[in-house]
Every structure is written in C-alpha cells, then in structure tokens.
C-alpha cells in the first residue's frame, strides 16, 4: 500500500508539473501582452547607436511598424554618446533608455559610474531568453557578466583599398604597409579614442610592437575622427588605403559603385569584434516597458536581420544567414569559429580592453600628442 501510496505521489506530481509547464507559455504571453500596453502608454524608446544613416532608418521603420511604438535615435560615435550619458545619469537626467555600440568607452566611463542596469531580466521572449538560439550562449563582455551585452562576433579586414591605386595582391602582411609607394596615401581612424581606430591600432600594437607603428606613423599617414570623411576619401581617390574602417562607413559608396575594396586578412591574422553590437540599458531609464519590447525586437530573429544588413556584420543568432558577408571582407565567428576560439581573439571585453587596449592607446597618445 505505502509504494502504490508514493506512486500515486509522484503521477500526482508529474501531473502538476506538465500542467504549469503548459500553463507557463500562456503566463509568459499575458506578462508580454501588459508590458506592451504600458510600452504604449509611455510613448517611445531613446537609443543612442551608431553612426549610420542606414541602420537608423531600417531600425525606425522595421520597429514602428512591428510594435506601433515611436523611436528616438540619436547616432554618435560611443565616446562622444557616452560622455553624454555619464553626465545626464551624474546631474540625475533620465532621457536615454539604451546604448548601443562599442565597448571601449562604455567599459572606461559608463561600468565606474555604477549608471548601468542589469540586463538579464530584460530578456523576456523565448526566442531572446533561451541561449539555444545563440551562437556561444548568451555572452556578456564585462567581467561581472551582467551589464554589458555581446549580440555580433565577426572578423573583419578594416584595411580596405582604392583598387585602381592598390591592388589586393600587393597586400599580404601588415608590413607592406610600410612600401615607399604608399607614403601620403594612408588614412586611419584616430587611435587615440575609443573606437575602431584603436581596435585595429592596439592589434598591430599587440602583433608588431611599437617600433613597427613608429615607421607606419613615417608614412605620412591622414588621420581624422571622421569616419565618413575617412571613407569618403578613399572613394575619391583621395588615399589608396584605410584602417580602422569597414563595410558600414562604405555603403553607400559600394551602391555608387566608386572604388573601393577590402584587402585580404594579412599573414599575421586578425582580431574578432564585437563592432558596434554590444547592448546596454542605463539605470532608471524612462520607459522601462519601451525599453523591454525594443530589446526584445534588437536581439529578436527580425532585429538581428536588420542590424546585420545595416551594419555589415555577424549576428550571433543561429538562424541568421551571414555567409552574404564574406563579399565584403567580413566573417562571422559563427562561421570560422569555435566560442572559445572566440574568447581566445576577441578584443573589446573589459579584460582585454584593460590589458591590450588601453596600453596602445596610451602609446598613440605619445606618439601622435594627446
């Protein structure tokens, strides 16, 4: 009697258990169905993202017109953006909800400030929740794993080329950077702030040493802030070569058909990136229902279909096709890779930005003048 007793038990049990788990989904969606009407209520969500004119107006209509909820972008370069945001958080401002963008400056303005909200539980869809969707799980680049989220992996060139000037074959080592031929006629993205100047500067800096940058910096080299200029430059034959650069600043002159090309991996290999995909939300932010929808949408199958096709990288999602990619000197980890792998070559989490970066930037900083 007392075993039929503990059998009877445990169907009891397990009948339970089946009848929450299929109660769950439905709970799930009731949870969402409020969130969205209160996401409604507030009105809008403010992001602050990267510089791209395309990704700003794929983002604005796929968003509007899946969730009838208003968008207030505001593209800049992460260390301008991010200044901004640690002062609006110090005078207690609350306008921005999320930032989207790179690492650098986020892990050495915003994560001291204690300004940034955890972002796990704002991971609410199965299809964002549930790391199976994700190449490498669910990856968070600060060491507390908590505030800095990591949605794109991929490798990328940032060296691209005036064919007419030079020819991809002539490229096969960062040292033929240094050929006569190109003295005058090389522009970079400013190492010494944050950005992906000082990714590609800090590799070579890590790969080559200081001796090799001092005889790059003798070739003369056109250096700016202005990725637009820098990439707009090349198109016009202005220089024959760029670093620190890649697809999303050359859009739209590859729709122009103007020259421009990137130029294979080097023999010393290449770093993996995060790019400009790395999510995180600011403490106390104003529409925090917003907020959750729009997360839920970026790192949704949809989302990461128009941050990839805007940006010209990676996303990690499983289902996401990349392979279009490899045209435009981009790879995504997820397709070369293994996650340790990636771990091993990444550079923008907050130990590698401590340990490589900041030291190469330091060393920019003395070589160029601050």
Same mark, same amino acid.
């Given at each position: 009697?007392?075993?039929?007793?503990?059998?009877?038990?445990?169907?009891?049990?397990?009948?339970?258990?089946?009848?929450?788990?299929?109660?769950?989904?439905?709970?799930?969606?009731?949870?969402?169905?409020?969130?969205?009407?209160?996401?409604?209520?507030?009105?809008?969500?403010?992001?602050?993202?990267?510089?791209?004119?395309?990704?700003?107006?794929?983002?604005?209509?796929?968003?509007?017109?899946?969730?009838?909820?208003?968008?207030?972008?505001?593209?800049?370069?992460?260390?301008?953006?991010?200044?901004?945001?640690?002062?609006?958080?110090?005078?207690?401002?609350?306008?921005?909800?999320?930032?989207?963008?790179?690492?650098?400056?986020?892990?050495?303005?915003?994560?001291?400030?204690?300004?940034? +909200?955890?972002?796990?539980?704002?991971?609410?869809?199965?299809?964002?929740?549930?790391?199976?969707?994700?190449?490498?799980?669910?990856?968070?680049? +600060?060491?507390?794993?908590?505030?800095?989220?990591?949605?794109?992996?991929?490798?990328?060139?940032?060296?691209?080329?005036?064919?007419?000037?030079?020819?991809?074959?002539?490229?096969?080592?960062? +040292?033929?950077?240094?050929?006569?031929?190109?003295?005058?006629?090389?522009?970079?993205?400013?190492?010494?702030?944050?950005?992906?100047?000082?990714?590609?500067?800090?590799?070579?800096?890590?790969?080559?040493?200081?001796?090799?940058?001092?005889?790059?910096?003798?070739?003369?080299?056109?250096?700016?802030?202005?990725?637009?200029?820098?990439?707009?430059?090349?198109?016009?034959?202005?220089?024959?070569?760029?670093?620190?650069?890649?697809?999303?600043?050359?859009?739209?002159?590859?729709?122009?058909?103007?020259?421009?090309?990137?130029?294979?991996?080097?023999?010393?290999?290449?770093?993996?990136?995060?790019?400009?995909?790395?999510?995180?939300?600011?403490?106390?932010?104003?529409?925090?229902?917003?907020?959750?929808?729009?997360?839920?949408?970026?790192?949704?199958? +949809?989302?990461?279909?128009?941050?990839?096709?805007?940006?010209?990288?990676?996303?990690?999602?499983?289902?996401?096709?990349?392979?279009?990619?490899?045209?435009?000197?981009?790879?995504?980890?997820?397709?070369?890779?293994?996650?340790?792998?990636?771990?091993?070559?990444?550079?923008?989490?907050?130990?590698?930005?401590?340990?490589?970066?900041?030291?190469?930037?330091?060393?920019?900083?003395?070589?160029?003048?601050?």
């Amino acid at each position: 009697m007392k075993k039929l007793s503990s059998l009877a038990s445990l169907a009891l049990a397990l009948l339970s258990a089946s009848s929450l788990s299929a109660q769950s989904p439905q709970f799930r969606q009731a949870e969402w169905d409020k969130i969205l009407e209160a996401a409604k209520k507030e009105g809008k969500v403010v992001a602050s993202i990267p510089p791209t004119p395309e990704l700003r107006k794929l983002m604005e209509i796929a968003f509007s017109r899946r969730y009838g909820i208003a968008t207030e972008f505001v593209p800049a370069r992460g260390g301008a953006v991010v200044q901004r945001l640690v002062s609006e958080a110090k005078a207690g401002v609350q306008y921005f909800d999320l930032h989207i963008g790179g690492t650098e400056s986020v892990i050495t303005a915003m994560l001291p400030e204690n300004i940034l +909200d955890a972002i796990d539980p704002y991971l609410i869809l199965p299809e964002v929740r549930e790391p199976k969707h994700w190449w490498g799980g669910h990856i968070y680049i +600060d060491n507390a794993k908590r505030y800095i989220y990591n949605f794109v992996a991929y490798q990328t060139v940032s060296l691209w080329s005036d064919p007419n000037q030079y020819k991809s074959s002539e490229f096969k080592s960062f +040292d033929d950077l240094l050929s006569p031929k190109l003295q005058g006629k090389i522009g970079i993205s400013d190492p010494r702030t944050p950005g992906s100047g000082s990714s590609m500067w800090s590799y070579m800096h890590y790969i080559k040493g200081e001796e090799y940058l001092r005889k790059l910096v003798g070739q003369k080299l056109f250096i700016t802030r202005d990725l637009r200029l820098l990439a707009e430059n090349l198109a016009r034959g202005k220089i024959a070569v760029t670093s620190g650069i890649g697809y999303s600043e050359f859009q739209p002159f590859i729709k122009a058909n103007l020259p421009v090309a990137p130029l294979p991996v080097p023999k010393e290999g290449l770093y993996i990136s995060g790019g400009y995909g790395h999510l995180t939300i600011l403490k106390n932010n104003p529409h925090p229902n917003a907020t959750k929808v729009f997360v839920n949408w970026l790192l949704s199958r +949809d989302g990461q279909e128009v941050f990839g096709r805007g940006m010209g990288v990676g996303s990690r999602r499983l289902e996401i096709d990349t392979k279009w990619l490899k045209d435009y000197g981009v790879i995504a980890a997820k397709d070369f890779l293994t996650p340790d792998q990636f771990y091993k070559y990444e550079n923008q989490s907050e130990e590698k930005i401590n340990k490589v970066r900041e030291p190469a930037a330091a060393f920019a900083r003395k070589l160029l003048g601050a």
